[in-house]
């Protein structure tokens, strides 16, 4: 499957499922925007990539007393508002995905938090259902009642009540988190407790190598956060440069507005965005 099928197949996905009791549950792969945070997000990039287009491109047109032109203020509209629609067709999906990330990352984070009260438990001589429920009570106390991890555990005790096999409902939740150590948790569990194994000492091993991979994966999301903060950092200062320079030395910027000036200008705003997807994608480090 390429590249493209597998995203209009992303896209084609619904954003909840329903589980065996008839519960909603998450697909944390999709994030589907309502129109009016769709439309207030690509508002907020149309006036911030009008704004650049005005500052890079504004100005074109003017006679030689300098004086603008009815093209001056023909292109000084039609730029800005296509740099403005380039930017909103751009940023749109960009925060979509950006919110599907952090909702991974948050289900993560919240799925130790369950491990560490799951097999503390189990630790304490409870069995399987009564450790679940205890987990679901002590993170009850830790987050929020929307919290995911709370309505993943809903889902998972509401199962068990109802006589749904809990390997199932397991298995169920890691395929629709996209999250490696949920599987894995899943396929141990499921192996584990269908085979008759020692259940507890599997779930405490199994506890303990996710909790020291997901510090690991911490440890280098702290370290490339600074590269990411200078990536922004570097995006923006063209923009900066470009605002100085004409504010400071108004005669110099007029070079700008030149044939030769229009051409670097592009090639330089093309440059930038390419480098920016080309960082954003090195940086991007998954394990």
């Known amino acids: 499957m390429s590249?493209?099928?597998?995203?209009?197949?992303?896209?084609n996905e619904p954003q909840y499922y329903?589980?065996?009791?008839?519960?909603?549950?998450?697909?944390?792969?999709v994030y589907n925007m309502k129109f009016t945070e769709k439309a207030m997000y690509f508002i907020i990039a149309f006036l911030a990539g009008a704004a650049v287009g005005y500052l890079f491109y504004g100005g074109i047109g003017k006679d030689e007393f300098d004086q603008p032109t009815k093209l001056t203020w023909i292109l000084n509209i039609i730029i800005p508002s296509i740099t403005g629609i380039i930017?909103?067709?751009?940023f749109v999906p960009i925060r979509r995905e950006s919110i599907v990330l952090q909702r991974q990352k948050q289900l993560s984070n919240q799925f130790r938090d369950m491990l560490d009260a799951f097999n503390t438990s189990l630790g304490v001589g409870k069995n399987i259902n009564e450790s679940f429920l205890?987990?679901?009570n002590d993170l009850k106390i830790q987050y929020e009642s929307d919290a995911f991890i709370l309505k993943e555990l809903e889902v998972i005790i509401s199962g068990m009540q109802n006589n749904v096999a809990i390997e199932e409902l397991l298995e169920d939740f890691g395929k629709r988190?996209?999250?490696d150590d949920i599987k894995s948790f899943a396929n141990v569990f499921k192996t584990s407790y269908r085979k008759g194994g020692n259940i507890k000492e599997v779930i405490r091993n199994t506890h303990s190598i996710l909790s020291d991979k997901m510090e690991i994966s911490e440890d280098i999301e702290t370290l490339v956060?600074?590269?990411?903060?200078?990536?922004n950092i570097m995006i923006v200062m063209p923009i900066i440069l470009i605002l100085?320079?004409?504010l400071m030395s108004p005669e110099f910027a007029k070079n700008f507005v030149t044939p030769t000036g229009i051409i670097s200008t592009t090639l330089s705003l093309i440059?930038?965005?390419?480098?920016?997807f080309m960082g954003k994608s090195v940086l991007n480090i998954k394990l």
């Open 3 to 11: 590249k493209k099928e597998k995203k209009q197949k992303k896209i």
């Open 18 to 29: 329903t589980s065996a009791t008839n519960m909603p549950t998450y697909n944390y792969r």
């Open 87 to 90: 930017a909103g067709k751009l």
């Open 134 to 136: 205890s987990a679901y």
């Open 177 to 179: 988190s996209c999250n």
């Open 225 to 231: 956060t600074a590269n990411k903060l200078e990536q």
């Open 244 to 246: 100085i320079i004409k």
């Open 271 to 276: 440059i930038f965005v390419v480098a920016y």
